[in-house]
Each structure stands twice: as C-alpha cells, then as structure tokens.
C-alpha cells in the first residue's frame, strides 16, 4: 500500500524544509512499524508548488521530496489540490494525506488520521480544530465562524460537521476518485466536504493540535470577509448540487405555507363582516407568496432532474478516471 503526503506550498521557502523533514521523521513512528499502518510499505511526500515567487520549489528538491510539481503563474488552493489529486492517483496512491506547509499541524498526528481509513470505517478524515485540543492563537473571529458555518452546513445537510475549513486531512484512493471540484478560484476545504456527504461517502473528524502563528501573513486572502464572501458562495453552490429539493423545497414550502395562512385570516375577517375591499391586502399578499412559493418547488424539481443528470455523468467521469488511473 502506498501513502503519498502532499504539501501544498506557495512562496514557502523558510518552512518548506523544515515540514518535509517533520514529514519524513514521522515515517519512523511504531504506527509505521508494528501498528495497523504497517501495511503501507511505501511513503512518499509531494509538493505542489502552486506559482510560488521565492525558493520554494529549489528548497523542496534540496530537501528530497520524493514527487514535485511546480506551475506558473499562482492559481490558489482549490487548483493546487485539483493537481495534487491527479499526481497522486497518477503516482499510484492508496491513501492521500494534505498537510500544510507552514508547520502549524504535526506530521505525528497523521496516524490519527489514516487509522480509521485503515479500519474501513471513514472514506475521509478530517483534522477536527474545534475539538478536545483547542486551536492555540486562532483569531476569535474565524473560530466564530468556521464553528457556525460547520452546524449551518451540518444543519442543512443532516450530517454532523464539525471543521468545514481544516486542510489537514486524509482520503481514500475511491475517495480521490470520487470526489470532483467545480471551483477552482478559491479553496477545496469546504465544496470537497460537502461533495463527498452527497456522494454518500462515510467522514470522520478526529482532533489535532494546530497552532496559529501571529506574525504570518494569509497566503488564501488577507481580508477576513472576502474569505467569508467566497466561502459563502461556494458553500451555497455545494448544498445547491447536494440537496437541491431541500434548498429551494424548503422556503417554497414556507411561503406556500405562510400564503395559506394569510389567506385563512383574510375568510375569517371575510366572515365576520362580510367584507372583501377592507382586507383585499390580505389576498394579495397571499397570492403572490403562493406564487413565490410554487416557483420554488419548480425550481426544486428541476435542479432534481439536474442532480439526476449530474450523478449519472459523475458515474461515467468515475470509471473514466479509474480506467485512467489504473494502478
């Protein structure tokens, strides 16, 4: 069985050794040699260089990275691991680890991850920051939110989420197979979560400790509310494709539901006094909730029949790359 850590880096040059090393040492661990990871027989570690402007990508060949793959110009996480998917899968990977490369995860805590992989009860792990081990000096304010967009995607999706964010994680070779991005502009974190619940894939979070250092500048965005402007987006289109009868379902029949109401306080008036002109706004806005609503469920339907569609062209995409990738 062969594991493949992939370190995504963009201008990286100070830490890029430092992780690599991290990663190697941890291949000595007893997990390695005596526990249940004994039958991954070969570990190698891949760089994606996603256009960086410094040494990243010299340091990563001094420091013997066993695969790397470097591109111009920078193309943002979601592209980086889009590549990083590919590679391994090309590279014959059984198991696929994503590990930061500015040290704030521990290479040692990445047989937390791929154990429950290895006893057949997840298809993916997750780093779980929000957990028994707190993250140390993470902003108040992205704790905030990536806690409340996890219960709000949990919510929706009916599965419990617990770090929607977290880039720390490890997959399953159908996993890597299964899983497709439509966005490529932004980050993977959240879409490849919500993606693989749609696909009925089986996840698991596990706590780590991960420590955030002040000093260091955002390589996704620096502004705090463009990545949540993003985030939003890409949540919203991956629940749209995930549970289209839910998402446009639900406020029809709300509103379908409210017009009703209105309606039965407008006959309830109508048969006190017999009057109609008094209360007429009652049946206005009654209709045009109605209608509002009916659109909806309009909607919902269609975007069944295109989730039909994209299921079974998904299918075709999966058998295409298990051919391509054939090991």
């Known amino acids: 069985m062969r594991l493949i850590v992939n370190i995504p880096a963009y201008n990286e040059e100070d830490k890029i050794c430092e992780t690599i090393t991290n990663v190697r040492e941890s291949f000595v661990s007893e997990f390695y040699i005596s526990g249940k990871g004994k039958i991954i027989t070969e570990k190698l570690i891949q760089v994606i260089d996603d256009g960086s402007t410094d040494k990243t990508c010299e340091k990563a060949c001094s420091s013997q990275a066993d695969i790397i793959v470097s591109y111009k110009p920078n193309r943002k996480l979601a592209y980086s691991f889009k590549r990083a998917v590919e590679s391994a899968l090309e590279n014959g990977a059984d198991l696929m680890v994503n590990i930061d490369a500015d040290g704030q995860f521990d290479p040692r805590d990445i047989p937390k991850l791929l154990l429950p992989i290895l006893d057949g009860k997840s298809d993916m792990v997750i780093a779980n920051r929000f957990g028994k081990h707190k993250a140390k000096d993470m902003p108040l304010l992205r704790n905030y939110l990536n806690r409340f967009a996890a219960k709000m995607v949990g919510f929706f999706l009916n599965y419990k989420t617990e770090d929607l964010t977290c880039g720390f994680r ?18 993977y974190t959240q879409e490849t979560i919500i993606d693989a619940i749609g696909k009925n894939l089986k996840l698991t979070w596990v706590p780590v400790t991960v420590t955030y250092f002040s000093d260091r500048e955002p390589k996704i965005t620096k502004s705090i509310w463009k990545f949540v402007n993003n985030g939003f987006k890409i949540i919203l289109k991956a629940v749209r494709d995930v549970r289209p009868l839910k998402f446009f379902g639900s406020p029809g029949f709300i509103l379908i539901t409210v017009s009703l109401v209105v309606f039965l306080f407008f006959l309830y008036h109508y048969f006190l006094t017999f009057q109609i002109t008094a209360y007429r706004n009652y049946i206005l806005l009654s209709f045009f909730l109605f209608v509002i609503g009916f659109q909806f469920l309009v909607f919902a339907l269609i975007a069944d029949m295109i989730k039909t569609n994209r299921k079974l062209t998904e299918e075709q995409m999966y058998f295409l790359k298990k051919e391509k990738y054939k090991k």
């Not at 070779?173 to 439509?182: F, G, H």
Request: aromatic share 6%; net charge neutral.
């Open 170 to 187: 490890a997959h399953s070779r159908e996993t890597l197979l299964r899983l497709n991005l439509t966005n490529l502009d932004f980050t």
